[in-house]
């Protein structure tokens, strides 16, 4: 990306990996039924027990995030980057 400064380059970047892991998700989901479960099963990263908590006597906190990784988003996130290269 020549012209554009780092900070707009990086959102740009971000933009194209978002919008890969979306649309390849979606697609993913479309043609699960018709590939084998192998590939189309989808795998949980993170706090997949539950959230945590902390509990102060004046406040709770909770925190947790769960990534649901499967193929079609693998597969966005590396035509997203292929895109951003290309352009």
Known sequence: MRGKSSKSSI????????TGVIIGSAVWSLLTPYIPKIIAGSYEVGTTTGPWSLDISFVKLTFGF???????????VLLGLLIYYKS
């Open 11 to 18: 959102i740009l970047l971000l933009v194209f990996i978002f």
């Open 66 to 76: 769960i990534l649901r990784l499967n193929f079609g988003g693998v597969i966005g």
